[in-house]
């Protein structure tokens, strides 16, 4: 293999198409099965502190992203995303673009294995790290939103070819993707309810791990957390006099 095609000969070529190009229905799968391992493994593995369990799917995650950028025919995920929309019709998208982006995935885990894998050198900003991981996989596999791919644009300042979603080409919308006055209310709602419930779900619940905790910390301004440690100072000095008595 020369360098020139190991660079410009990646991906399939389909009768049609004036590119090589990948399976993105496969990709989409592929991003699905990783982000719901990759939030099983942060409640789990890092959680719970089950490090093995963790070491294994970082590792299996780095090794994937390997056969993505050199050959994504061995990709373990995209032939486990193969085989779920195999009877699909496929959607064919620039193949390019989509290793450069699989690039950037392979490059942030690196750091993910070293901290561990290699050794386990754990904190709540290398956590969210992962979280960045998994954020960017669930975009993809959720909203075919692909921002490697918007950064590849950016980078070489040329439409690449066959986005996600078409999402390259200037068009304008169809009817059933605007928003009427009542949806976008709506649609307000239900986000201002998901950040309300989440700052709740943090303030009011005890939490069980430094991660919990280094959120619940963060979401509190300084005056909550200072009555939030007289409060539980107080609590315990009453049961300890309760006791006594």
Sequence with gaps: MTLKSFLWDYGEVVPGYDIRVINEREARAAAGILAMLGT???FVGIGFNHIMVARIYIGFL???FVARVFNPSYSPSLLLGR???RNQTPEYVGALQKRFAWTIGWAISFPMVYWFVLQWDITFYKVLICVLCI???FLESA???CLGCMIYKAIFKDNPQLCPGGACEIRKKDPIQMFNPLQKGIVALAITGIFVGTYFFLVKTESKTFFGVFLHDTVLT???LV???EDAFQKAADKEFADDD
């Design 143 to 145: 909203f075919s939103i």
């Design 135 to 137: 954020s960017l996989m």
């Design 40 to 42: 099983i493994i942060i």
């Design 62 to 64: 780095w090794f994937d």
């Design 83 to 85: 085989m779920f929309v």
């Design 227 to 229: 009555k939030e440690k």
């Design 222 to 224: 300084k005056a909550q």
